[in-house]
């Protein structure tokens, strides 16, 4: 059974930094996509960033050049660097794993059907 944990989420101000952990379990696919979500209150969940299995990411605009997303194989961890934090990014995240599709490329973005296991989310909140 897939078991997907989020971690590091706080309360903090304009301009400050986090970083988020996901501590994955009993997940086996050769080919995956990792991912972060987030969903802030009254709106739809967004993706955040991806991660294939090759290492390539991608980022929604708006957090593009801020935000970094790592893996640490070993371990089965996956990180989410916010830096420069804006109140727009208060939301509850969320790690996710799916397999990967080869469409001429590592099928992985920001589209949450394309996931099948979810972590619980953890809170960040950014205050002005």
């Known amino acids: 059974q897939v078991h997907l944990v989020e971690s590091g989420g706080a309360s903090v101000q304009a301009g400050e930094s986090l970083r988020l952990s996901c501590q994955i379990s009993g997940f086996t696919a050769r080919f995956y996509c990792m991912g972060w979500f987030r969903q802030a209150p009254g709106k739809e969940r967004e993706g955040v960033a991806t991660?294939?299995?090759?290492?390539?990411?991608r980022y929604r605009d708006s957090v593009k050049g801020r935000f970094t997303a790592s893996e640490d194989n070993a371990n089965k961890i996956l990180y989410l660097e916010m830096n420069n934090l804006k109140p727009e990014d208060t939301a509850i995240y969320f790690c996710?794993?799916?397999?990967?599709?080869?469409?001429?490329?590592?099928?992985?973005?920001?589209?949450?059907?394309?996931?099948?296991?979810w972590g619980q989310g953890t809170q960040v909140t950014v205050s002005s």
């Open positions: 996710a794993a799916g397999r990967a599709r080869w469409v001429g490329s590592w099928d992985c973005d920001g589209d949450g059907a394309k996931y099948n296991s």
């Open positions: 991660i294939d299995n090759d290492g390539d990411t």
